[in-house]
């Protein structure tokens, strides 16, 4: 019987112990699971890793510097501690948060995570990159290299398909404006779109004695929008120097500029109902792309660029919408742009020669490959005109309440800015001709 009940016990103690061991092994298991998920998840989610210089300040001076680029813009919330080396953001526009934390190989992780889907959190993850990187100064003097950044930016900047923009009778005229107008262009509209066929540019400059249709700004106005400005471009410093931000209308009325907004937006509407333009042989069998249609093929941009130009800024030769040079297609252009729409906003008494910054414009440069081609066709070193009497370039100052409207594929550029004491201040809308030529966006590099 004490034998039977022996044999019994150690049955039993062994059942039990193995059980432990069975149980246990499985908790460590789920607990490995659990671990190899996060980890797995850390890596599938959006990220990019930031070295460390050797005069990184540490994570304790860190914090407020984070916290001074979130009060520097509105795209950021309040910087939450989680642990000495980690910390978070929430961004209410896109709905998710930004984790940055120390990845215990001397650089800092970036990440982000959010409710979207994997492709939703991808796009999301490059505008933080875009925001943050427009604040690369501040964290380069932390001592946090910011190239990778820069990488991941160029890249997502790079997969933006092209926008077909807005329709463009939502910013149709009143009769009010449209007389404004007229008058600006001197009565005489039709000669003006005319001159803008034939030559590719024309200048409108403000009336004399009317205030009304007048599209000065004073200094107050102009101020107001500089204090907007927060933005680089993506472009790099070699290409263009200048600060920008795209306003709304509500940041326009705030700046008492809703009248010079206002037009700008309604030109594209008026260009699809006057505007009788002759289509080469390639733009006639496009099609185009909604809103744009046959009988209104010109759309309006979401917003409008501010630009800034102070002391010794520039920007090199270029086109807003050059040939795509990566595609085997010749006829390709990189994006949707028809006619560049600039309204100068400076001093009353800006003077190229003593000030510089006046816009550089080379007309008849539509189909040259690269802004470097159309620059030497020009032969501007040695001849003002070329053979056929065609200017070979055309200085146009920035005088205030000037409006410049050309061909958006004319290649142009910004002389350097001389004054230390004034700023070139611009509004620049594009006016969209969406179609289905194959147009793949910009390329940034």
Not at 20 to 34: C, G, I, L, T
Not at 53 to 59: N, P, R, T, V
Not at 130 to 154: F, N, P, Q, W, Y
Not at 318 to 339: Q, T
């Amino acid at each position: 019987m004490t034998r039977s009940l022996l044999i019994l016990f150690i049955l039993w103690w062994n059942f039990q112990v193995n059980s432990f061991v069975v149980v246990n092994y499985k908790q460590v298991e789920r607990r490995d699971s659990k671990c190899f998920a996060y980890k797995t998840s850390l890596l599938a989610a959006p990220s990019v890793r930031l070295p460390l210089k050797e005069d990184f300040i540490g994570y304790d001076e860190f914090q407020p510097v984070l916290q001074n680029i979130a009060d520097s813009t509105d795209f950021l919330q309040d910087v939450v501690t989680v642990s000495e080396k980690q910390f978070k953001c929430d961004i209410p526009v896109l709905n998710c948060t930004v984790h940055l934390e120390d990845d215990d190989k001397w650089s800092l992780l970036i990440r982000i995570d959010g409710d979207s889907s994997e492709k939703q959190l991808q796009e999301d993850f490059g505008w933080v990159c875009v925001k943050l990187h427009e604040k690369r100064d501040m964290l380069e003097d932390a001592g946090i290299d910011c190239d990778s950044l820069r990488e991941t930016v160029v890249s997502h900047m790079n997969d933006i398909p092209p926008d077909a923009g807005l329709d463009a009778s939502t910013s149709a005229w009143t009769p009010i404006q449209a007389a404004d107008f007229n008058d600006l262009a001197g009565g005489n509209i039709d000669k003006l779109l005319k001159q803008l066929d034939r030559e590719g540019y024309i200048v409108i400059d403000p009336t004399e004695g009317d205030d009304y249709c007048s599209l000065e700004t004073d200094a107050c106005q102009q101020e107001m929008l500089s204090d907007y400005l927060e933005e680089t471009t993506e472009q790099g410093d070699k290409v263009r120097t200048d600060r920008v931000h795209f306003i709304s209308r509500n940041q326009a009325t705030k700046c008492n500029i809703e009248k010079q907004y206002d037009l700008l937006m309604g030109i594209a509407n008026h260009f699809n109902n006057h505007r009788t333009i002759e289509e080469d042989a390639s733009n006639a069998q496009q099609q185009p792309v909604s809103p744009a249609s046959v009988a209104k093929p010109y759309t309006n941009p979401r917003r409008i660029q501010f630009a800034e130009y102070g002391s010794g800024d520039f920007y090199v030769a270029h086109s807003d919408n050059s040939l795509d040079s990566d595609r085997e297609n010749d006829s390709i252009r990189r994006n949707f742009r028809a006619y560049t729409c600039i309204l100068y906003l400076n001093d009353n008494n800006w003077d190229v020669e003593i000030d510089g910054g006046a816009l550089r414009l080379y007309p008849h440069t539509q189909e040259y490959r690269t802004p470097e081609e159309a620059v030497d066709a020009s032969n501007v070193k040695e001849e003002l005109y070329t053979d056929d009497g065609v200017p070979s370039f055309v200085d146009i100052s920035p005088i205030n309440g000037r409006l410049l409207i050309f061909d958006s594929r004319l290649v142009h550029s910004v002389n350097e800015v001389l004054s230390s004491t004034k700023v070139r201040r611009a509004l620049t809308l594009w006016i969209n001709k969406p179609n289905d030529s194959g147009v793949s966006g910009e390329k940034f590099y």
